[in-house]
């Protein structure tokens, strides 16, 4: 079936620092959602990209598709305490959704 | 305002002993679903329901089972507890269901409710 691996599984910066996590499938995607999780919350919806090549930004955040659309990243530039949480990405296949394994983020002050 | 409810908010239960986890929204949302989540594995798919009466099997639905006998309600079902279905559970729901057919829809959003945390000894 479907498998979405996303890397790093935690990540802990400095806060100011950027940071980036990735997600890779082996095969095409038709598109690729991007939800946060605050520590003790639960996912909510940043972000879904369609296009080949597709970049979207959200203030310091920016969103990138792959170009075979296999790929994904995050990233987030001068992360700042309230970026503190997981980041998930999640892909439609058929009619389920499959998530990744998520990336912890702990942002130090 | 637009939500999704989730009752009880913390279970703790034995083995054996049947319990239901519900789930409302409010939105008129058609496409629902349910997730576990555990450390290291992130959320996976349990149950996913496309309308009324309509339910189908997500990557991990054994020892589970769903209902839709109304649109706005999809509660979870779990009949003999065990051990291993001690876990984080959410229900989403989302305006559609999502489509292979179509490359982009924004009704794909899925809103999730606060979640279920639930212990089986």
């Known amino acids: 079936g479907q498998q979405v691996m996303q890397i790093p599984q935690y990540q802990h910066v400095q806060e100011g620092e950027d940071f980036t996590t990735y997600c890779n499938s082996s095969t095409t995607l038709s598109n690729i959602q991007w939800y946060k999780q605050r520590p003790g919350g639960h996912p909510v919806f940043l972000i879904q990209l369609v296009k080949s090549g597709e970049v979207k930004k959200q203030k310091r955040l920016t969103f990138q598709f792959g170009e075979a659309k296999k790929n994904s990243s995050l990233h987030i530039t001068a992360t700042q305490t309230t970026d503190v949480g997981t980041y998930f990405c999640?892909?439609?296949?058929?009619?389920?959704?499959?998530f990744g394994t998520g990336t912890r983020l702990k942002v130090l002050a | 305002e637009a939500q999704v409810t989730q009752n009880p908010r913390y279970l703790i239960t034995v083995t054996g002993k049947k319990l239901t986890v519900t789930c409302s929204q409010n939105m008129n949302h058609e496409y629902m679903s349910w997730y576990r989540q555990d450390p290291g594995l992130g959320l996976r798919q349990i149950y996913y329901s496309m309308n009324v009466e309509v339910t189908d099997k997500g990557d991990v639905p054994e020892g589970y089972k769903v209902s839709r006998k109304e649109k706005r309600n999809f509660p979870l079902i779990l009949e003999s507890p065990s051990p291993n279905q001690t876990s984080l559970y959410f229900c989403?729901?989302?305006?559609?269901?999502?489509?292979?057919?179509?490359?982009?829809?924004?009704?794909?959003?899925?809103?999730f409710g606060p979640g279920t945390r639930l212990t089986v000894l």
């Open positions: 999640a892909v439609r296949w058929t009619y389920k959704y499959i």
């Open positions: 989403a729901s989302s305006l559609q269901s999502p489509d292979p057919g179509l490359e982009t829809s924004s009704t794909d959003t899925q809103y």
